[in-house]
């Protein structure tokens, strides 16, 4: 199938997939932290989350939002070095 486009259409088809699966990563990435947040941090299921879960929950999600920040912070400056 990808004979019938031209080299730059493969190129843009190439690099669409290649965000479609950064994307998939990421959300597979994503799945597998709040797994982890859940079981580390909910310690019975209830109705509602005590507040020692609550906190634990919170400070994850803050230093998984800290972490992604400084990793994209990071990407931008090493892609305007290039």
Same mark, same amino acid.
């Given at each position: ?6 080299? *730059?259409?493969?190129?843009?088809? *190439? %690099?669409?997939?290649? *965000? ?5 990563? &990421?959300?597979? +990435? !994503?799945? /597998?932290?709040?797994?982890? *947040?859940?079981? %580390?941090?909910?310690?019975? !299921? ?6 020692s879960e ?5 400070? /994850?999600?803050?230093?998984? &939002?800290? /972490? +992604? ?8 400056? /090493? %892609?305007g070095s290039?």
């Amino acid at each position: 199938m990808a004979q019938n486009f031209d080299e *730059a259409a493969q190129r843009e088809l *190439a %690099k669409f997939l290649e *965000a479609e699966q950064a994307k998939a990563r &990421l959300q597979q +990435s !994503i799945h /597998t932290f709040c797994d982890l *947040a859940f079981d %580390k941090c909910v310690t019975k !299921i209830g109705n509602k989350l005590d507040r020692s879960e609550e906190a634990c929950l919170a400070n /994850t999600v803050d230093r998984f &939002l800290d /972490t +992604s920040l400084f990793i994209v912070r990071r990407l931008e400056e /090493t %892609k305007g070095s290039m």
